[in-house]
């Protein structure tokens, strides 16, 4: 079994920064895929980014060029450095996990909202 736990979010006028921080903890021998989704109210979750063990990065087009994947494998954890955020940005975060053995994990989401 696996538990994410997620931490970063909160409010940030359009233009800032935010980093979102994600770890992984419990019965974890490997995790393939990690990164992050994201839900705004009555919209369905959507990837934001997701990053594979060996490297290998996908990105929603909204976010390239402003949104950073990284990840630190040896403390299962995964970060997503925000900048030049917009309000369409706004939504809930949740983290996301392919644990070996175990399955697809999801943390807790957290929020970032962004003011104009």
């Known amino acids: 079994q696996a538990q994410l736990v997620e931490s970063g979010g909160g409010l940030v006028q359009a233009g800032g920064s935010l980093r979102l921080s994600c770890a992984a903890s419990?019965?974890?021998?490997?995790?393939?895929?990690m990164g992050w989704y994201r839900q705004a109210p009555g919209k369905q979750r959507d990837l934001v980014a997701v990053?594979?063990?060996?490297?290998?990065?996908n990105y929603a087009d909204s976010v390239k060029g402003r949104f950073t994947i990284s990840r630190d494998n040896a403390k299962n954890t995964v970060y997503l450095q925000m900048n030049s955020l917009k309000p369409e940005d706004t939504a809930v975060y949740y983290c996301?996990?392919?644990?070996?053995?175990?399955?697809?994990?999801w943390g807790q989401g957290t929020q970032v909202t962004v003011s104009s």
């Open positions: 996301y996990a392919k644990v070996a053995i175990w399955g697809d994990y």
């Open positions: 419990g019965s974890i021998v490997f995790i393939n895929t």
């Open positions: 990053m594979t063990s060996g490297g290998s990065t």
